[in-house]
């Protein structure tokens, strides 16, 4: 099936090199018109060129995403000049790796802020005008540091994090409007990856082979709420799971059997991918482990 995205206006962030140079060179190729955001005026208008001189559409745009006032200008200039934004990709972002505790706090408030609230700067921005549209299309920039955890990059693990929290909500949230709201984690040799591991393990983490992907979420009929992780050609999905643990009740030893039941409660067969944050509290009062009168009780 062909990914056609002509006339669809995009917006990517931090995209004045790496992997946010790679997806808008990439959404231009399907047709997209381009806002290339960044931080540094000439790595903005060096991608806006390029795809002009491919033929494609695209305006530089510099701004901090952590500057509310400059997003919303960004995102106005947008809709001006184009009249709408359909896709946004959330990729800016900085590195300050330390371990907790030598991090300064300065340092991980900053990561936080750039990572985190730019995005949802850009987003509450364009959030609006898609739902008035009835169309929309938008891409945070997890990691693998966030969803397993890295070592040194607390700062940067807690926003990736909270960004997956942010989409969970944001997908459902804007589901009738025709919103589909998604994750990428992505593995890719960047400036942000420089000296943090070795050449050899960079071979072949072309940003090119990541963006694909983004392309993907961006089309008409791409999924919502999917983590999707991309690096080296391989593309994977990532899931918040919830296993059927066990049920104690309100026992007055509650505590000894939890302890007594940790492979029970870890136990993965048959867990569940749940639809909603109501789910967890559904899954216990209807826990498969307690006894007959005890759900009847509650159920009233």
């Known amino acids: 099936m062909t990914i056609d995205l002509t006339r669809r206006v995009a917006i990517v962030t931090g995209a004045g090199g790496g992997l946010g140079r790679s997806h808008a060179l990439a959404l231009a ?27 494609g559409e695209a305006v530089a745009w510099t701004c901090s995403v952590t500057d509310r006032d400059a997003v919303e200008a960004m995102v106005a200039g947008a809709i001006e000049r184009w009249g709408s934004v359909d896709i946004l990709v959330n990729n800016a972002g900085i590195l300050r790796d330390r371990t907790f505790a030598k991090m300064d706090l300065d340092d991980f408030a900053t990561v936080i802020d750039v990572h985190l609230m730019g995005s949802v700067n850009v987003t509450k921005a364009v959030w609006p005008h898609m739902r008035e549209k009835g169309y929309g ?7 693998s540091s966030g969803l397993y955890g890295n070592f040194g990059q607390s700062n940067y693990s807690a926003a990736k994090m909270a960004l997956v929290g942010l989409m969970q909500t944001l997908a459902l949230e ?11 984690a992505p593995s890719a ?10 050449e050899d393990d960079l071979k072949g983490l072309s940003s090119d082979l990541v963006s694909p ?26 899931h918040v799971t919830m296993t059927r643990g066990v049920y104690v009740g309100d026992a007055p ?11 029970g409660i870890s136990d993965r067969s048959n867990e569940a991918v749940p639809a909603s944050g109501a789910a967890q509290y559904l899954h216990e009062v209807q826990h498969p482990g307690r006894g007959t009168p005890q759900l009847q009780a509650v159920n009233g």
């Not at 299309?137 to 990691?143: A, D, H, L, P, Y």
């Not at 804007?174 to 990428?184: A, M, Y």
């Not at 992907?213 to 990532?238: C, K, N, Y």
């Open 137 to 143: 299309r938008i891409v945070f920039t997890t990691s």
């Open 29 to 55: 190729r399907y047709g997209a018109r381009v806002v290339v955001n960044d931080m540094s005026p000439a790595g903005a208008e060096a991608v806006a060129r390029e795809i002009q001189e491919a033929g």
């Open 213 to 238: 992907g983004v392309v993907a979420l961006a089309a008409d009929d791409a999924p919502t709420r999917v983590v999707l992780l991309a690096g080296a050609g391989a593309f994977e999905q990532a």
């Open 253 to 263: 030893d509650a505590a000894e059997q939890i302890q007594a039941q940790w492979a």
């Open 174 to 184: 804007g589901e009738k409007s025709g919103i589909r709201v998604n994750c990428l």
């Open 189 to 198: 040799s960047t400036q942000m990856t420089a000296g943090l591991y070795s």
